[in-house]
């Protein structure tokens, strides 16, 4: 995979929070700018261009949410269908799309928007979370549909969701081999049978505390980069402990903590095999002075390069 640190860089945001169960995180593409994201990625030596914000419903618009167990489908699917739209264009122009949320259904777009037609092999998906986000509509007990992404990338769902970005309905975006999650703790049974029986790589938190941050990022990467023509990486910010990342609509303790965070954005700069990225669930409403999306800025710098002194990275074997 070639190194692509001087593509130049598009930001999408996708002000989204009909998939979440808490209210605000359509607020977190405002507050990620406002902590100087553009900025920082020019710091570079990158060229930016902030395409704005995509046109979002808010539920006060709405008339009611639907099926429970698939809130709000009706009104995310056109804007998932828009940004797969989107992303694709930044692609086939060349461009790096970082697409700012919102509530973590927006992966869903993202990464259908980034997928190759036809090849489920060709883009490696890197999803750090502290939850596997791998239900469907008879497996969630709460019916949000920022808990069903990675399913549908995989082929699994309701139809609406899984022929995003022009799919035929049932088809997988990514090869569940070339997928890997980091920072996981708060599973349901579901997910867990469903992802098992794909083969999914699922790196716990408890498998971080025991192995370290830096074994479990060569594997991961290792996962996602063979064989493909690059990776997508899909960040939600409840993947930190909540000491460190307040601002998030569904917190867990025990998370990654900064430095191990960081860490894991220095390795993925280091393989020159990402192609596109999303920050998702940056919540105002419960942060603290913005430091959420501060830290947020700041590891997607770190995930495009940025070093402590500009030192070059050390080996992959580290």
């Keep these: 995979m070639a190194a692509m640190a001087s593509q130049p860089v598009s930001l999408l945001g996708v002000p989204l929070d009909l998939g979440a169960g808490l209210r605000g995180v359509d607020m977190g593409p405002s507050a990620l700018r406002r902590a100087g994201l553009a900025e920082r990625i020019r710091a570079l030596g990158r060229d930016v261009e902030d395409a704005g914000n995509q046109i979002c419903p808010v539920a006060e618009s709405l008339d009611g949410e639907g099926d429970p167990r698939a809130r709000y489908l009706d009104a995310v699917v056109p804007v998932l269908e828009e940004l797969a739209c989107r992303v694709r264009c930044f692609r086939d122009r060349g461009r790096f799309p970082i697409v700012l949320g919102g509530d973590h259904s927006i992966a869903l777009g993202t990464v259908s928007g980034m997928a190759g037609e036809g090849r489920a092999d060709r883009l490696g998906l ?3 979370d502290a939850h596997a986000d791998a239900n469907t509509p008879e497996t969630s007990p709460s019916g949000n549909l920022h808990g069903m992404p990675l399913a549908a990338l995989l082929g699994h769902g309701p139809d609406a969701l899984t022929r995003i970005g022009g799919f035929t309905p049932g088809a997988a975006r990514v090869a569940p081999a070339r997928v890997a999650l980091i920072g996981v703790r708060s599973v349901e049974s579901g997910e867990v049978r469903l992802l098992g029986e794909l083969g999914v ?3 716990t938190m408890e498998e971080v505390d025991l192995r370290g941050i830096a074994v479990v990022a060569r594997e991961a990467l290792a996962r996602v980069g063979e064989g493909t023509d690059g990776f997508h990486l899909s960040f939600d910010m409840d993947a930190l402990d909540p000491a460190a990342a307040p601002g998030t609509g569904t917190p867990e303790p025990a998370g990654l903590t900064v430095r191990e965070a960081h860490t894991l954005m220095e390795r993925v700069a280091a393989t020159g095999g990402l192609r596109s990225l999303e920050i998702a669930e ?15 800025a700041a590891l997607v710098a770190s995930a495009l390069g940025k070093r402590i002194l500009g030192f070059p990275a050390p080996s992959s074997d580290v």
């Design 126 to 128: 890197l999803w750090v």
């Design 201 to 203: 790589r699922i790196y």
């Design 282 to 296: 940056v919540n105002p409403i419960r942060d603290v002075r913005n430091q959420t999306a501060e830290l947020a």
